[in-house]
């Protein structure tokens, strides 16, 4: 078969003249180009501005960049010995004079190169001592080059590895396949969006953009090119994230929940404060999908001490009320446990039964219990993952809600889903701030709720970052703290590889606590990974009903726990923690009335990157602050639950800086799939081609929720 009859988008590589099968084998291996449209999508990392001439005088002192520029060779000469042998050729113009240094094929050069005759130069100038030298540039008379009729005003640059580089695939021969590829294709190029669009959102046609994002004809057409490409990376993907979310609406029957009954009332009145605005919003989201008849799949966003968990049982109280069960499934057993205490203490009243299962949970009670869940006597299941287990069978289940989603894995997930059918609702939950960016594109398909407001009691924690050293200093302070009623964390680093130095660190640091903070006047809790479940239920018990007013623990701590009392917590090694897991950890303290104070301890030597997050802890309370300033730190392949998804791999799209662009993305496609649902309008037809394409050939990105 020839490459013309296969679709454009499958024609392999090998249909490009010069690419045998030696360099086609390389371009599958170490670029995974494998047709001519993995090569026209293959784009330049930068591009060299050739479109001026540079007078020597001219050039910057410290150029960054390739520079053209025209002279005469008024001289050359032979230096150096051995590995520091070169040939030296002096290069002037009327405005100066500079060197061009080569230290390979010198006999040759020396040979070819000729004196007093235009050339043009191409490279990068670097200065050594007073003058400026360019290695090994690139260089041709000036009328040959006017001969070769190749003007491009910006030289692509591509990347290539050594072994390319070996098999002749440098960045010009990809750079030369990519211009044979445009001559003789790019009228197979079809155009992916309908006029209609490309006018609304003066988008460039796409032949044109891929044609000048290979070889930009001006800076402003490069821009527009990009800006074209970027719009068909996001908006295609919003499209099928809207469209797999629409029709999951669509098809997915849920079970109706109208009624708002005595339990929620109850417990609504009980309630010891007012619910924030923000908190009430989400309610009112919430019930409208679960009265729509259909299933419901939300995620909850909130920071830190937001309230999400009052905000999630009155939720489950609705679905109660309804004749459901409920369950709410947190990451670890001190998680899992606080939520049933604080949830039975609120329900004591209720005549409602809650019950609590966990890996530690005992087998003869587990089995009364798993038969009264089936048979519906108990109305609230809270657990850890011990919760999905298949064993786990609910007479009617109605709603699931997941605390802290990020510890847990899609699959998980999808195995509440088969807990009941239909499935029950889904309400997840987590406190790790997803910038707006990541949260489109990762959730795409669920239904957003955010909680951006504290609860008004709330002081601002204020944060401090001090040297170890400064220790002395700082403890009078946080015995005052003590003597004042108040109750301190002190949070120790897990080093994932080795628990014994973890605990090693933990058991040191505790030493030195008990020294400054003897008995009998103090007491200390001690929290670590390698404690049985009940000894360390026993020391949280003692922290939590202020028997000891430190608990110094390794960051076991990190999610949910909630003891107002709790004013100061000191991290120490902070510049081993993660903005986020900082962020998570300063949210322990600030949630009753006392002005509190978060405590970053860390070395002296601390790279560039730990001294500015550990200032943007001091500088902000702003957990999506903090999120959106880590994605431009590290960018987005170290966020929770991207990692291994791979649907972070755009070729132009940068979530941390193309936010603007995301969110028009996102606004084109729901607008266009408001008026056109099943895309079946015939002016949408390059819309609905396209991405029957991308379909058969793209990673699915909805899999992963
Ligand atoms: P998170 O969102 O981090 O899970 P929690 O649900 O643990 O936060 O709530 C933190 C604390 O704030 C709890 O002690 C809770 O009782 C309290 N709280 C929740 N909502 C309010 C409110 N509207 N006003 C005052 N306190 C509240
Ligand atoms: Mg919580």
Same mark, same amino acid.
């Given at each position: 078969m020839t490459g013309d009859m296969l679709p454009f988008w499958q024609t392999p590589v090998e249909s490009l003249k010069g690419v045998g099968g030696r360099k086609a084998e390389i371009l599958k291996k170490e670029l995974q180009i494998f047709t001519l449209y993995d090569l026209l999508f293959y784009f330049p990392y930068k591009y060299v501005d050739k479109s001026r001439f540079y007078r020597i005088s001219e050039v910057p002192m410290h150029a960054q960049s390739y520079l053209q520029i025209k002279g005469v060779i008024t001289g050359m000469q032979v230096i150096g010995e051995k590995r520091g042998k070169r040939l030296v050729a002096l290069f002037q113009d009327d405005s100066g004079s500079m060197e061009l240094v080569w230290f390979n094929g010198i006999a040759y050069m020396e040979k070819n190169l000729k004196l007093n005759?235009?050339?043009?130069?191409?490279?990068?100038?670097?200065?050594?001592?007073?003058?400026?030298?360019? &290695?090994?540039?690139? *260089?041709?008379?000036?009328?040959?080059?006017?001969?070769?009729?190749?003007?491009?005003?910006?030289?692509?640059?591509?990347?290539?590895?050594?072994?390319?580089?070996?098999?002749?695939?440098?960045? !010009?021969?990809?750079?030369?396949l990519c211009m044979q590829l445009l001559n003789g294709y790019s009228h197979r190029i079809e155009e992916s969006l309908p006029h209609h669009l490309l006018q609304a959102c003066r988008l460039m046609p796409l032949r044109e953009a891929l044609t000048n994002i290979h070889f930009p004809q001006s800076d402003a057409l490069l821009k527009a090119a990009r800006y074209r490409l970027k719009f068909d990376e996001m908006f295609f993907l919003q499209l099928q994230l809207l469209r797999h979310r629409q029709n999951r609406q669509v098809s997915q029957e849920g079970f109706p929940m109208p009624k708002i009954g005595d339990n929620f009332h109850k417990c609504y009145e009980k309630l010891p404060f007012g619910l924030t605005?923000?908190?009430? !919003?989400?309610? !009112?989201?919430?019930?409208?999908?679960?009265?729509?008849?259909?299933?419901?799949?939300?995620?909850?966003?909130?920071?830190?001490?937001?309230?999400? &968990?009052?905000?999630?049982?009155l939720v489950m109280l609705i679905a109660i009320d309804n004749g459901f069960q409920a369950c709410l499934m947190a990451p670890t057993e001190i998680l899992a446990e606080q939520h049933y205490e604080s949830i039975s203490r609120t329900l004591a009243e209720s005549g409602l039964r809650v019950e609590l299962l966990t890996g530690s949970t005992r087998s003869a009670l587990r089995k009364k219990m798993l038969e009264d869940l089936k048979s519906g006597a108990i109305d609230?299941?809270?657990?850890?993952?011990?919760? *999905?287990?298949?064993?786990?069978?609910?007479?009617?289940? /109605?709603?699931?809600?997941?605390?802290?989603?990020?510890?847990? /894995?899609?699959?998980?997930?999808?195995?509440?889903?088969?807990?009941?059918?239909?499935?029950?609702?889904?309400?997840?939950?987590?406190? &790790?701030?997803?910038?707006?960016?990541?949260?489109?594109?990762?959730?795409?398909?669920?239904?957003?709720?955010?909680?951006?407001?504290?609860?008004?009691? !709330?002081?601002?924690?204020?944060?401090?970052?001090?040297?170890?050293?400064?220790?002395?200093?700082?403890?009078?302070?946080?015995?005052?703290?003590?003597?004042? /009623?108040?109750?301190?964390?002190?949070?120790?680093?897990?080093?994932?590889?080795?628990?014994?130095?973890?605990?090693?660190?933990?058991?040191?640091?505790?030493?030195?606590?008990?020294?400054?903070?003897?008995?009998?006047?103090?007491?200390?809790s001690l929290v670590h990974g390698r404690m049985d479940s009940a000894d360390k239920n026993r020391e949280m018990e003692r922290f939590a009903t202020g028997k000891t007013q430190l608990l110094l623990a390794t960051s076991v701590?990190?999610?949910?726990?909630? *003891?107002?009392?709790?004013?100061?917590?000191?991290?120490?090694?902070?510049?081993?923690?993660?903005?986020?897991?900082?962020?998570?950890?300063? /949210?322990?303290?600030?949630?009753?009335?006392?002005?509190?104070?978060?405590?970053?301890?860390?070395?002296?030597?601390?790279?560039?990157?730990?001294?500015?997050?550990?200032?943007?802890?001091?500088?902000?309370?702003?957990?999506?602050?903090?999120a959106d300033f880590d994605l431009k730190l590290r960018g987005p392949g170290d966020m929770s639950g991207t990692r291994q998804s791979g649907m972070m791999d755009f070729r132009l799209i940068d979530l941390a800086k193309d936010e603007k662009i995301i969110s028009y993305c996102r606004e084109i496609a729901k607008n266009l799939l408001r008026e056109d649902p099943t895309l079946e309008k015939d002016e949408n037809r390059e819309i609905r081609l396209h991405l029957d394409e991308i379909a058969k050939f793209r990673v699915d990105y909805l899999q992963i929720s």
């Open positions: 005759r235009p050339y043009v130069v191409f490279g990068k100038p670097q200065l050594f001592g007073q003058r400026f030298s360019i &290695t090994h540039p690139e *260089i041709q008379l000036e009328e040959e080059r006017a001969n070769s009729g190749i003007s491009i005003p910006f030289q692509p640059f591509y990347n290539t590895s050594e072994k390319m580089k070996r098999s002749g695939l440098d960045s !010009r021969n990809i750079s030369r605005d923000a908190q009430k !919003r989400v309610i !009112r989201e919430i019930r409208n999908d679960l009265v729509s008849g259909r299933q419901m799949n939300r995620l909850l966003q909130g920071d830190v001490g937001s309230g999400k &968990t009052v905000t999630a049982l609230l299941l809270i657990g850890t993952h011990a919760l *999905i287990e298949d064993k786990v069978e609910f007479g009617n289940l /109605g709603l699931a809600v997941i605390d802290e989603q990020h510890r847990f /894995g899609v699959e998980q997930r999808a195995k509440l889903w088969r807990k009941n059918d239909p499935p029950p609702h889904v309400l997840v939950m987590t406190a &790790t701030p997803i910038p707006r960016t990541l949260a489109m594109t990762l959730y795409g398909d669920l239904q957003l709720s955010v909680i951006d407001e504290l609860p008004k009691n !709330r002081k601002p924690i204020l944060t401090y970052h001090y040297s170890q050293r400064a220790w002395p200093e700082v403890y009078p302070f946080v015995r005052k703290q003590i003597q004042a /009623g108040r109750q301190v964390f002190v949070v120790f680093p897990l080093i994932e590889e080795s628990e014994a130095l973890d605990l090693q660190n933990l058991m040191e640091g505790y030493e030195g606590f008990s020294r400054d903070f003897p008995e009998p006047y103090y007491h200390i701590i990190e999610v949910g726990i909630d *003891i107002p009392n709790a004013s100061v917590i000191i991290i120490e090694n902070a510049e081993r923690f993660g903005l986020s897991q900082l962020h998570q950890l300063r /949210g322990r303290v600030g949630r009753g009335s006392e002005q509190s104070y978060c405590i970053l301890l860390s070395g002296d030597k601390l790279t560039a990157e730990s001294r500015r997050r550990l200032q943007a802890m001091v500088d902000t309370n702003n957990g999506f602050e903090l």
